[in-house]
């Protein structure tokens, strides 16, 4: 990340009011000069700059080794190919020192060589409000951890941990925690620059497919994670199942009719723990249809089926 790295940690410099950031770095057992520039940054501006240097352990232990030490009042994360708008950024430390909210959700903007997308949340802005609403089960469905600036305690006390070795545990951070969350605060300005050009990043379609075990193991984390939350209002239990229901749907999709090379003995992992520990999504998930063909109840009596082969060829030609 040393091509990146700096740019990342200059978008943090807000000038004043810079001193309420606990900024902390956490060097992944990087090889290049990524924690050199860490230490500079580190040296310029000590009031703010914490650094662990730690060996490779992938996304998760990143962010686990960083709670363990962190003090602030409010946690959002930061990947090294990223940035903030330190404009956007100045006005979301302003509204933190003055309210008392357990999430405040903000844009982002998708960073592609050619263009930028500007992605906005389904949300009342400037105002605090009830997160978890009968009205609104469905509308955030694809929210994700650029848009999360949790309540540290949260956290602490539900005893987060993210998943370790493995990539995509992003998917974590943006969903066991939410299930805790009370009142919402939407900043409606473009704070995330998430960079989408990257070669070999984790949204890489072929990275994504080299790690779909990964994603797979991620998304189980967050089926068992709604046992763990199960004596939650039951706004919040709908909610929460909407949304996995919606991302264990794109996995079944993508694996059985849109990528059908992929292993599907690793989606198997998925679909047992899901029998297993789901007992209604299961058999939710069967009734799914492409062309009216319940296609993921035909892959799970036989993968070789003459009827899935003419589904996935028909979406091939026709989507």
């Known amino acids: 990340m040393e091509g990146y790295l700096a740019k990342c940690l200059s978008s943090l410099i807000i000038g004043k009011g810079q001193e309420s950031i606990e900024a902390i770095v956490v060097n992944d057992g990087s090889t290049d000069n990524s924690l050199n520039i860490a230490r500079d940054f580190e040296s310029k501006y000590p009031e703010m700059f914490r650094i662990i240097d730690?060996?490779?352990g992938n996304y998760g232990s990143c962010i686990n080794s960083a709670l363990k030490i962190a003090t602030?009042?409010?946690v959002k994360l930061l990947d090294a190919d990223d940035s903030f708008e330190t404009d956007s950024f100045r006005k979301l430390m302003d509204l933190l020192?003055?309210?008392?909210?357990?999430v405040v959700l903000n844009d982002k903007v998708?960073?592609?060589?050619?263009r930028e997308c500007l992605e906005t949340v389904d949300y009342p802005a400037g105002m605090i409000d009830v997160f978890f609403k009968p009205d609104k089960i469905k509308s955030f469905k694809s929210i994700t951890m650029h848009s999360i600036t949790y309540r540290l305690s949260i956290l602490k006390d539900m005893?987060?941990?993210q998943s370790e070795g493995i990539f995509y545990t992003d998917m974590e951070w943006a969903f066991a925690p939410m299930a805790f969350v009370n009142t919402a605060y939407y900043l409606n300005v473009p704070l995330y620059r998430y960079l989408m050009a990257r070669e070999g990043q984790s949204v890489d379609s072929k990275v994504m497919d080299a790690h779909l075990k990964d994603e797979i193991l991620a998304t189980i984390k967050n089926v068992n994670s709604i046992v763990s939350f199960s004596a939650q209002p039951q706004v919040v239990l709908d909610t929460m199942r909407y949304r996995l229901y919606r991302q264990i749907r794109r996995l079944y999709k993508r694996v059985i009719i849109k990528s059908p090379y992929l292993d599907g003995d690793v989606l198997m992992l998925l679909d047992n723990e899901l029998r297993d520990k789901d007992a209604s999504m299961y058999e939710k998930i069967g009734k799914e249809t492409k062309y009216g063909l319940k296609?993921?109840?035909?892959?799970?009596k036989n993968r070789k089926s003459p009827l899935l082969k003419f589904i996935k060829n028909a979406f091939r030609f026709i989507g």
């Open 159 to 161: 005893g987060y941990e």
């Open 295 to 300: 296609y993921i109840s035909i892959w799970r």
């Open 110 to 114: 998708e960073i592609y060589r050619d």
């Open 97 to 102: 020192e003055r309210i008392d909210v357990d």
């Open 54 to 56: 730690k060996p490779n």
């Open 72 to 74: 602030g009042k409010y």
